[in-house]
C-alpha cells in the first residue's frame, strides 16, 4: 500500500529565505507527483505536476524535482514571501489517477 | 466553467438524516475524484469517474456513502443515515483524463451534529 509521509510537518522561515520541502513514498510505481498549495479554510490549488518520467519541474520560484527509485521529491521554494504562508501537500498518482497525499507542510513565513 | 464548483460549501445535518454534494468540474474534463480531508490530515480518496461510470470506488468507506455522475459532468456525492464521524471536508477535483493535472473545488464542509 502507498504511504506518503512530508517533512516537516510545520516550518517557519524569515521572509526571503530559499526553502525546501520534502515528500517521500513508499512505492516507486508512480505515474505523477503532484504538489498542491492549500490555504485555510479552502480547496487545494496545484503547483506543478511532474511526470513519472521527469526529473523535475519549475514554475516561478517554484521548483519540484522527483527521484522515482529513492521515492523521494523535494520541493524549492526561493525567495519565499509572506503570501506563501499555506500548506503544501504531495500527492502521488495510482493507476487510476486517484491521489495518496501526504499530511501536509504547514508553512509561515515571517515579514 | 472557470473551475471546479462545489455547493454547498457548507452543510449542518443531524445525526441520521441523508445529505448530497454536489461537484460541477471543469468543462470537458473527463476523470472526476471524490475525496475527504479530515482537520489536519492530507484528502483520502474515495471514488474515481471516467465519464458517467465509477471506475474505481474503493475508498468509499462503507454502503452508506454513494456517488452517481449520470450524464458524465455534474456528480453527487450522497450520505445515508449520517453519523457524526462524517464530518469532514469533501472535496472534488476533475481532469482532463486519468492521470493528467487534477484540478480541485473548494470542497464542502459537512457537519453532523
Known amino acids: 500500500k502507498q504511504e506518503v509521509t512530508q517533512i516537516p510537518a510545520a516550518l517557519s522561515v524569515p521572509e526571503g529565505e530559499n526553502l525546501v520541502l520534502n515528500c517521500s513514498f513508499t512505492d516507486s510505481a508512480i505515474y505523477n507527483l503532484q504538489w498542491f498549495r492549500q490555504d485555510p479554510g479552502k480547496g487545494l490549488t496545484s503547483l506543478l505536476l511532474?511526470?513519472?518520467?521527469?526529473r523535475e519541474q519549475t514554475s516561478g520560484r517554484l521548483n519540484a524535482s522527483l527521484d522515482k527509485s529513492s521515492g523521494r521529491s523535494t520541493l524549492y521554494i526561493a525567495a519565499s514571501q509572506p503570501g506563501d504562508s499555506a500548506t503544501y501537500l504531495c500527492a502521488v498518482a495510482g493507476s487510476q489517477g486517484n491521489l495518496i497525499f501526504g499530511k501536509g507542510t504547514k508553512l509561515s513565513v515571517k515579514p | 466553467g472557470a473551475g471546479v464548483s462545489q455547493t454547498p460549501s457548507n452543510k449542518v445535518t443531524e445525526k441520521g438524516k441523508y445529505v448530497e454534494l454536489r461537484c460541477d468540474p471543469i468543462?470537458?474534463?473527463?476523470?472526476l475524484y471524490w475525496y475527504r480531508q479530515s482537520l489536519g490530515q492530507g484528502p483520502e480518496f474515495l471514488i474515481y469517474f471516467q465519464g458517467t461510470g465509477a471506475a474505481d470506488d474503493s475508498g468509499l468507506p462503507n454502503d452508506r456513502f454513494f456517488a452517481v455522475r449520470p450524464e458524465g459532468s455534474v456528480s453527487t456525492l450522497k450520505i445515508q443515515r449520517t453519523e457524526r464521524g462524517d464530518s469532514a471536508v469533501y472535496l472534488c477535483a476533475s481532469s482532463f483524463y486519468r492521470n493528467t493535472e487534477a484540478f480541485f473545488g473548494q470542497g464542502t464542509r459537512l457537519t453532523v451534529v
Open positions: 511532474i511526470q513519472s518520467s521527469q
Open positions: 468543462s470537458g474534463h473527463t476523470a
